[in-house]
């Protein structure tokens, strides 16, 4: 090749380069322009709540000239992608979250809306919620949350079916779990189901044994960056009666093939293939979809059974308080995310979660749950919560989120048997707590 | 054709033939620069930095670099990964080869055939993934109708058979697209070596092993190279079918870089990862290129006609 042509081509490369170059310059000021379509953008965690959500989304646009859009992201993912996109245009304006720690980061980068303004405008965005609910998405004396769903304990579910067929009663305490394991397993199913797979349904055993034998405290103390209280002789009771209950079989040997996501556990007991499942209230409405003919007649439901000798007050509950909406400091439409989040107190919201299972913790719940379509799960619920003195947030949701996989290997790897104690003391410890 | 490539032509003579200059390879060199070079130099800038996605990211120095020397995780990955190849290569070239030369067959019930098996590869790998994450599910999947094989179903939950799971569903995936491979270049062998054979009384094996499959030399360096940077970017699969468990069990160097960075939001260290692996496919297709004398395109047809 001809050294004079060089020169010419490498101009016109140049030349080429830059004009590239600045077309996709244009193109991200076309695609970042998503909260500039004249219309809001909510992001939600997608299950078989988001009926409820489509619904309120419907009746706001009816009369709003501000249009929403509903964008759903399947559960697994949803942490990965809000994270991923929340500092880029492509940002929702409104979103779903757990409130507490899984807000704080955002909060602290500057991101989020205080929503102080909106309730000097309309005191009601505050004053319609049960205030413990709504001060868990309170960060630095500043609201940043709307409750949204419903609150969501943790209960143990049964197949009343194949508890009768094995004479085995709903059992009140540790010790008659471990004796209705033992008839199950004698029956021949498996004694309780598990989506080990999704690894968070695993956590759920630690967050109650934990609670119940060492009471709030110990978590606290941890997450509070006092990483010895895992070493204590609580922590290690708490694992060995896990262990316990692992080894005698009530898992089955599968549990981490099996997932929950993907409705494995779900059929598991509506099948009647296994006799309980720990998992949140929303298990309700999933069966209810999945299932609707054996969530209508056979779905028991009991709290977290009491562990005799536990410091723990046994009336204590584990889960998610609420989930919340918070809102993005660069909406365009501020006026219309308040008059949306208006609807999130109104009576067609908590009629509409409470008839797909859900319990709404507005001021207005109590006068409804005689007429929901769950009646006495609703009033199971209710009572369950308000009489509890200690609400634990889910582990994975009160540690920061950068901590959860490393939280669910080690849970997982404790189940199965691949860390022992102290391995599992030892990964607990090397989590980050802020 | 066939002339055009026996003939050793002199070097010189390269030039005359009037090849296009440049500015031709211009679109994909830009295109290249524009999504691969950049991203791949941001990349390397951020391997260097601690970022949390959200606040300014901040320079560490080699801070990432030297935590994942240290990561008995990182290392494992590493064995995870180089096995799970090998696993893929070992499983998957045999398969490809026998039933490639058997597609390449002008008979119509082959032609059909060769098109369903085909079907796989045109499905995403997620998709795959997620229809065999159902299907292998211990209580209502094949593992329950099939006990005597699975016993309990723990596929999952163990990490011998997480494994085997991962290599066979990419086998499953993937032996269709070096199948083609194969086929092709088997179709592309002349007749004439195959007569030539049967008038010196060799069998069908012999064909096969003594003319069949050294003509397949190139094709079978081109589908390698293929089947091991594919393997060491694996990473859908793992995510769907195992995410990485039971515990570390199955996180290859992928997967743990994307858990790194997307779950555990520590982007700097994902981008550590990230270009490891990528310095690491780079050495190991060059090894297999030089080792292979693929670099030097010799034909397989010399002396032919």
Known sequence: ?434 | MTTQITSARPASSATTVGRPGFAWALPAALFFALFAIVPLIMVAVLSFMSWDGISPPRFTGTDNWSRLLDDPVMLKSIWLTLLLTALGVLLQTPLSIVLGVWAAGHQRNRAVLSVIYFIPLLLSATAVSVLWRALLDPNFGIPADAAWLFGDGNLFGEQATAIGVLAFVSTWQFTPFHTLIYQGAARAIPQVLYQAAEIDGAGRYRQFFHITLPQLRNAMITSMILMIVGGLTTFETVLILTQGGPGTDTTISAYYMYDKAFKGFDYGTGSAIALALVVASTIISLIVVRVSGYDKMRGSAEGVS
């Open chain 1, 1 to 434: 090749m001809k050294t004079r042509a060089r020169l010419p081509r490498l101009v016109a490369t140049g030349a080429t380069l830059a004009l590239a170059l600045s077309l996709s310059a244009c193109g991200d000021g076309d695609g970042g322009a998503s909260g500039d379509d004249g219309k809001i953008h909510v992001l939600v965690y997608g299950d078989a709540t988001n009926k409820v959500e489509k619904q309120l989304v419907d009746t706001f646009n009816k009369t709003s000239d501000v249009k929403v859009v509903l964008d759903t992201i399947p559960g697994a993912d949803y942490q990965q992608k809000l994270q991923t996109i929340i500092n880029t245009p492509q940002a929702p304006d409104v979103f779903f979250n757990w409130g507490g720690g899984s807000i704080k980061p955002f909060v602290k980068a500057g991101l989020l809306l205080p929503l102080d303004d909106f309730i000097k405008k309309n005191p009601d965005l505050e004053n319609k919620f049960l205030p413990s609910v709504f001060n868990n998405a309170v960060v630095d004396g500043k609201p940043y949350g709307v409750p949204m769903r419903g609150t969501q304990p943790v209960l143990l579910f049964h197949n009343k079916k194949v508890l009768d067929e094995a004479g085995v009663e709903p059992p009140k305490t540790w010790d008659e779990l471990l004796d209705a394991v033992g008839k199950l397993k004698d029956e021949g199913v498996t004694p309780i189901a598990l989506g080990g797979g999704d690894v968070w349904p695993t956590q759920m055993w630690f967050q109650y044994l934990y609670d119940r034998i060492a009471g709030p405290e110990l978590f606290q103390k941890a997450l509070g960056g006092d990483k010895s209280a895992w070493e204590s002789p609580d922590s290690k009771k708490a694992l060995d009666m896990i262990r316990e209950l692992v080894d005698t079989g009530a898992f089955g040997k599968n549990y981490d093939s099996v997932k929950y996501t993907n409705g494995g556990s779900v059929q598991l007991v509506a099948a009647g293939k296994a006799g309980f499942e720990l998992m949140g209230s929303w298990y309700y409405s999933q069966q209810l979809t999945d299932h609707p003919e054996f969530a209508e007649k056979d779905l028991g439901y009991t709290a977290f059974p009491a562990v005799e000798g536990g410091k723990g007050d046994q009336a204590n509950v584990a889960g998610n308080t609420n989930n919340y909406y918070s809102v993005m400091k660069k909406t365009k439409h501020p006026e219309a995310v308040a008059e949306f989040l208006k609807l999130m107190y109104s009576d067609q919201f908590v009629k509409a979660q409470m008839d797909i299972g859900n319990l709404p913790t507005t001021t207005n719940t109590d006068k409804f749950i005689e007429t929901s379509g769950t009646p006495e799960y609703s009033r199971f619920q209710y009572d369950l919560v308000a009489d509890a003195p200690s609400f634990q947030l889910s582990w994975d949701q009160a540690y920061p989120q950068k901590a959860s996989s490393d939280m669910h290997k080690a849970v997982q790897q404790f189940f199965n048997g691949q860390l022992d104690t102290d391995g599992f003391i030892k990964a607990m410890q090397a989590l980050p707590t802020e």
